[in-house]
């Protein structure tokens, strides 16, 4: 079931894929634990609900008693952003969204609708070879004579196709680009909850507790996200954000569902010099479920499966077997080097943008995204890690990002500024980290290179 639901989440990294969760050891579920802590604040209350570990002093004093009541969350950290009596939380729309096929029905059956179409497409192949000279003629002759009707059909049709296109355009929030959606917030996060708890159940003993350390660095850096960006958080619908920290070091990557869900492996905390990479890592993961970028994923996926089953079945009914199979495949890839991976590269460098000016608001050092990108693309330089080609990635190059992410630290730089931050140091990480990425060439050229060196603390 959970390969049915691949799109569902969106990664880091595209060097190791984590499309529906199946990378190594996740975590275990907790039992639900008894306490609301609630931070007041005048648009929302930001609510963390653990379990009965010791929480930071700065948040046991916001305790009310007002919400102390038992939880219903299972799991090791939730953090709840819920509007107060006079805000109230809407989903950016510009058009509601009509519901064509049930989501869980239309994402099980579309691998099947393929093999349907494949064996319709023979089928009818075989089933014509099998006519009569004469009786094919007469067919043809037929079609020919009602040619206006059968143009008016397809034309309606086509009509039709281009309408339900169109009654769900949207404007995307925050980059007002206009998408095709078809698949609500609210139908993404029924999904995910199936994904959610198969993931759950099959990968065991590798959850962090609340008061590890990493736990608490992760907790620190998400609590500040949360609190610098209520409003955003509320207008997405998406109230809840449970954290999940996965100890295993040999997986740099974090994922996120459209539910609030975040798993990050211990092996992206080592990759992150600081707070501040850490935070517009976790950033980054907060602005695919603001964005909706995993409805949008399935709504285009649902569209252009639709056509591409028309076009399945067209060549396994005129194509000898043989050359139909190598046809399906071609299309196959076609689709997805020219739609699927583009289409994925966007919405990565999207939230890119729109991560970048979360951690803005939040008073991270935001030049330190870019030092980030910089040390993943160092580690392909050295070969440390080997470096796919960019068209056949889910993700854009790292260099890639690094440099989309240069140019978009200026506005994010006077973003922080406007919100009252304080000042950061006048020496650019961006600037120390050539001069250590030159100390690492030269060890490497002396044979004494340590592919861990790169995501070392440095301070030249």
Known sequence: MIMAFSKLTHCVFRSKPVYNGLVQLMCKPLPPSNLSIGGRSRHVHLKLIANNSPRPKEVLKTIHPHYLRPSLFHGNLTLKVCPSKSLRCQLFHTTAPQKAIPPLVWVVLRPFANVAAALFGRFFRRFWQRLPPEKRDRIILSL???????????????????LYVLAHIEEVPYTKRRRFILFSRQDMRHLCEEVQKEILESYKDANLPYNHPLYQRIYKVMYSLMQANKEEIVNSGVSSWNIYVIDDPDVNNAMVLPNGTVFIFTGIIDTCSSDDQLGTILAHEIAHVLLNHQGETISEDHISSMLFVLLITAIWAVLPDFAAFLSHMFASQTKSLFIQLPFSRLMESEAD?????LAAKACLDVREASVFWAKMALREELGCEEKPLELLSSHPSHESRQKAIDELIPDALKLRESCKCGVLSRSDPRSQFVLHKNFLKDAQAKGCLSCRSIFSPYNV
């Open 353 to 357: 943008a729109v991560g970048l000016n």
């Open 144 to 162: 020919r004579k009602r040619r206006r009707t059968l143009l008016g059909i397809f034309g309606t049709l086509s009509l039709g196709l281009l």
